[in-house]
């Protein structure tokens, strides 16, 4: 019995690890897509680097420690923990009349417009314009 709850306390520690690595990895990829634009620094990519690689340090630490988990069904059952809390804590209603889910998402659009240099003046062309003009090709 103790194999099996300790196997579930590690995938969800694994899962919540999984969720932080995928978050970090994305924005990664949004920082280094704005990086490559100049639309966005340094700072975004380090700090989505250390977002996405601290997690994935300690699963593997935490995998090294528990002396190899098994990926029995407590373990995958606690691993689908921290995406169900994720999906629920989503679907919790806010002020605003809307889920919480929906109101991050449009957060997260409006992030990855401003890293990413959509211009809002012209209809967000995606092109680059001086800085007199709107709408015009450079």
Do not use: Y
């Not at 990664?28 to 100049?38: D, K, Q, S």
Request: a positive charge; charged letters at 10%; one cysteine or more.
């Amino acid at each position: 019995m103790p194999s099996a709850v300790i196997n579930f306390a590690v995938g969800v520690l694994m899962g919540g690890l999984a969720l932080s690595a995928a978050w970090g990895l994305f924005w990664l990829t949004v920082g280094a897509i704005g990086l490559w634009r100049r639309t966005c620094s340094w700072r975004v990519v380090t700090n989505s680097l250390v977002v996405g690689g601290v997690p994935l340090l300690l699963a593997w630490a935490l995998v090294s420690v528990s002396g190899g988990v098994l990926p029995n069904m407590a373990f995958v059952a606690g691993f689908l923990v921290m995406p169900f809390i994720l999906a629920g804590l989503a679907l919790r209603p806010v002020p605003g009349g809307h889920r919480a889910g929906v109101a991050m998402l449009q957060g997260i659009g409006r992030l990855i417009d401003e890293l990413l240099g959509k211009h809002h003046a012209c209809g967000g062309c995606e092109h680059e314009h001086g800085p007199d003009l709107t709408g015009g090709s450079a």
